[in-house]
C-alpha cells in the first residue's frame, strides 16, 4: 500500500473506532434521567475531541442522538437538529458517532436502553422484550453479514442479501435511502453505498460500514449498531 506511511503518521481507522468505543463507554457512565439529549451530544462531542479527535466528518456534528419515538427517525446530517427529549427513567437513546482525525474517519453507533434509570449492559438483560428483541436483532445482521460477505462479494449483493434477512425476521429498514451503509472515503463525496445498483466489490474499498437501521412495522421504536469492516488478509474484520 503506497500510503502505508500517511497511515503510520496519523490515527487509523481502527484507532478512531476505539475511541467510538470509548466514547460509548463513557456515555453510558454518564447517562442519567433528567439529562437532555442536548447534554449528551455535548458531552460525546467534548469527549471525542479531548481524546485524539480534530473534527466531525459528517455536516460537522459528531454525535447524532435519537430518543423515544425518535430513534426511528432517518434524517441526513444535514437538516440534523438535536431534540430536546429529557431522558427518562425507562428509555432507548441512539447515539452515532463520526469523529475524524487528519481526514481520518469513525463512525459507529449503538442503540442504548435505560431501564430503572441505568443503562442495561448485557442484552439479555433488558426486561422490555421489544428492546431486547430489537437489539439482538441488529447482532444477527452483524454476524449474517460477516458470513455472507467474501472477497467477491459486491455491495448490491449485500444489500438484497441483508433486506430479505430484515425482512423475513418481521422487521423494516428505516433508512431514508433504504441503504445499509457505505465506504470509508476521505471526503464524504465520494462514499458509495450498499444500495441497489453498487456492483463494486466491497474488497475494493478500504473499509466500509455496515449500518442497519431497523424497526417493526409501525412501532415507535428504531435500533441501530453500526461498526467499521475491512478485508484483512482475505478474511473480513471489525476495526
Not at 462531542?45 to 432517518?74: P, Q, R
Not at 442503540?111 to 443503562?119: A, F, M, R, S
Not at 435511502?177 to 471526503?187: E, P
Request: charged share 25%.
Amino acid at each position: 500500500n503506497s500510503d502505508t506511511g500517511f497511515w503510520e503518521e496519523n490515527m487509523t481507522i481502527h484507532e478512531m473506532q476505539n475511541l467510538n468505543r470509548a466514547t460509548i463507554e463513557h456515555a453510558s457512565k454518564v447517562i442519567v434521567p433528567g439529562m437532555t439529549l442536548i447534554e449528551l451530544r455535548k458531552l460525546c462531542e467534548e469527549y471525542m475531541l479531548s481524546h485524539g479527535a480534530d473534527s466531525f466528518w459528517y455536516w460537522d456534528v459528531g454525535a447524532f442522538v435519537f430518543a423515544g419515538d425518535k430513534t426511528t427517525v432517518s434524517v441526513s446530517g444535514r437538516e440534523y437538529k438535536t431534540d430536546d427529549h429529557i431522558i427518562e427513567p425507562n428509555d432507548i437513546i441512539t447515539i452515532d458517532l463520526s469523529p475524524q482525525s487528519n481526514c481520518i474517519w469513525g463512525d459507529y453507533a449503538r442503540t442504548l436502553i435505560v431501564e430503572n434509570g441505568k443503562i442495561v449492559k448485557d442484552v439479555e438483560q433488558i426486561q422490555n422484550d421489544e428492546w431486547r428483541n430489537g437489539l439482538k436483532m441488529e447482532v444477527y445482521l452483524h454476524e449474517a453479514m460477516l458470513g455472507f460477505v467474501n472477497e467477491n462479494t459486491n455491495f448490491e449483493a449485500l444489500f438484497y442479501y441483508i433486506n430479505d434477512q430484515i425482512k423475513a425476521r418481521g422487521y423494516v429498514n428505516l433508512d431514508f435511502l433504504g441503504n445499509l451503509g457505505h465506504s470509508i472515503v476521505k471526503d464524504k463525496k465520494h462514499r458509495i453505498y450498499i444500495e441497489k445498483g453498487n456492483t463494486e466489490k466491497l474488497s475494493a474499498v478500504e473499509a466500509f460500514t455496515f449500518e442497519p437501521h431497523i424497526s417493526l412495522p409501525g412501532s415507535l421504536y428504531g435500533y441501530k449498531k453500526e461498526n467499521i469492516y475491512g478485508f484483512n488478509g482475505g478474511v473480513l474484520t471489525e476495526l
